[in-house]
């Protein structure tokens, strides 16, 4: 009896162990390898602000981007799975190389920032959900439109609609911009803009200058934006063209546009 007694009370002793030296969540990482993960997203591509060990609003939108981008499930938590996922990924494949440009991959749900060395920063965006909305009294469908485009018009800070709000806007065609916005959900959601996270939306501003080239495109249809990068004159009277036929803001690339320079015919923001 004595024995088994002992036999028991070191059992016990052993399981106390090895519960003090197991982590709480075993399923969940710790700094060290949520630190790794930002390091790896980092490194393949994806923007995921200071790489910290702190599973923030940043590294959680590098995450969503990358399970986007990979056709993953998008939730946003970081498990012991999509470490390993990340851990043997390779880097997003843009469709253009060799200049600077943005691109919009409307299947993926991603914006790609691209220098002309071919370096690539990814966030997640959501653009226009395909429903029906009505913008004082005309009805139109929440549409981001597939082709090559270039931003003619920049906002700096908030500025506001019927439709919503939007934060450092970059006007690529119409009412359609890339803006930040509060919310970005994992799926199309807006009116037709192409909404970015807020954390990164001064900087992504801050790429797109005036004058830069967007491709949107979707499995069914792209559009080259090498020629216009080759050609400076033709991408400059592009860019008049496009200025010309803003809907409600005259557009000059030698001053930032502000509600200020807002003609009698309003602007339409789709948020």
């Known amino acids: 009896m004595k024995r088994l007694l002992t036999v028991w009370l070191l059992l016990i002793a052993a399981a106390i162990v090895t519960t003090a030296q197991s982590p709480a969540n075993p399923g969940n990482p710790d ?119 270039l ?20 006007d690529i065609s119409g009412g359609v911009a890339i803006h930040g916005s509060g919310n970005v959900p994992t799926n199309p959601a807006s009116h037709g803009c192409i909404r970015v996270p807020m954390f990164a939306a001064r900087a992504v501003s801050r790429f797109l200058q005036l004058g830069t080239i967007v491709l949107v495109y979707d499995k069914l249809s792209f559009v080259s934006g090498r020629e216009w990068a080759a050609n400076p004159k033709l991408k400059a009277e592009a860019l008049k063209t496009m200025a010309a036929t803003d809907d409600g803001f005259e557009t000059k690339a030698s001053k930032p546009q502000t509600l200020a320079t807002k003609k009698a015919r309003p602007r339409m923001i789709r948020a």
């Open 31 to 149: 700094a060290h390898q949520i630190k790794a993960a930002e390091r790896r997203l980092s490194e393949l591509g994806y923007w995921t602000g200071p790489v910290d060990g702190r599973f923030d609003s940043a590294s959680q939108s590098a995450l969503i981007a990358f399970q986007k981008w990979e056709g993953r499930t998008v939730t946003g938590r970081l498990t012991v799975e999509e470490l390993a996922a990340i851990r043997d990924a390779a880097a997003p494949k843009p469709r253009e190389l060799g200049y600077a440009h943005a691109e919009v991959d409307l299947d993926r749900q991603v914006l790609l920032l691209l220098d002309d060395a071919g370096s690539t920063r990814v966030l997640p965006v959501s653009t226009g959900n395909g429903n029906e909305f009505v913008d004082e009294g005309q009805t139109s469908i929440a549409y981001t439109p597939r082709g090559r485009f």
């Open 151 to 170: 931003v003619y018009r920049k906002g700096y800070g908030w500025e506001t609609g019927s439709l919503g709000s939007v934060y450092y806007p970059n």
